[in-house]
């Protein structure tokens, strides 16, 4: 498995938004989405805030690739899904309470319900 660079998950990490395209099963890649990224540790989380009905977040499953671009990184990557149940979600929350905390209320907590959490995806470089 192909680990993220220092340098990478700083950029990104510190990205205000991340576009994010995935996979066709024809291997093309669908129209960039922008959303926000969060990051805990050395990885990298990205959240529906439609949960799992979200068309840019259906289109994950195709075939579990795509492409994101974040602070000036561009990279190919698999997607991870994470169960709404996973002890992560927690440490999630908080990394997007942290760095989005200027959108308090509303916005915010759009990456907080349970519908996001169950829609959570690990990038992994690749």
Same mark, same amino acid.
């Given at each position: 498995m192909t680990e993220w660079t220092n340098e990478e !998950?700083?950029?990104i990490g510190a990205a205000e938004e991340l576009? +994010? $395209?995935s996979m066709r099963r024809d291997g093309t890649l669908r129209k960039p989405v922008t959303i926000w990224v969060a990051r805990c540790d050395d990885r990298l989380y990205v959240r529906s805030v439609k949960g799992s009905t979200g068309p840019w977040f259906r289109g994950t499953h195709s075939r579990g690739q795509g492409h994101i671009r974040?602070?000036?990184?561009?990279? /190919? *990557?698999?997607? *991870?899904f994470i169960d709404a149940? /996973? $002890? *992560?979600?927690? $440490? +999630?929350d908080a990394a997007y309470r942290d760095k989005y905390q200027?959108?308090?209320?509303? +916005? !915010?907590?759009? *990456?907080l319900t349970d519908a996001a959490r169950a829609a959570t995806i690990q990038l992994l470089p690749g």
């Open positions: !998950l700083s950029k576009r +994010i $395209q974040a602070g000036g990184v561009g990279k /190919d *990557v698999s997607f *991870v149940a /996973d $002890q *992560v979600n927690d $440490q +999630i200027r959108y308090a209320g509303p +916005i !915010l907590n759009s *990456v």
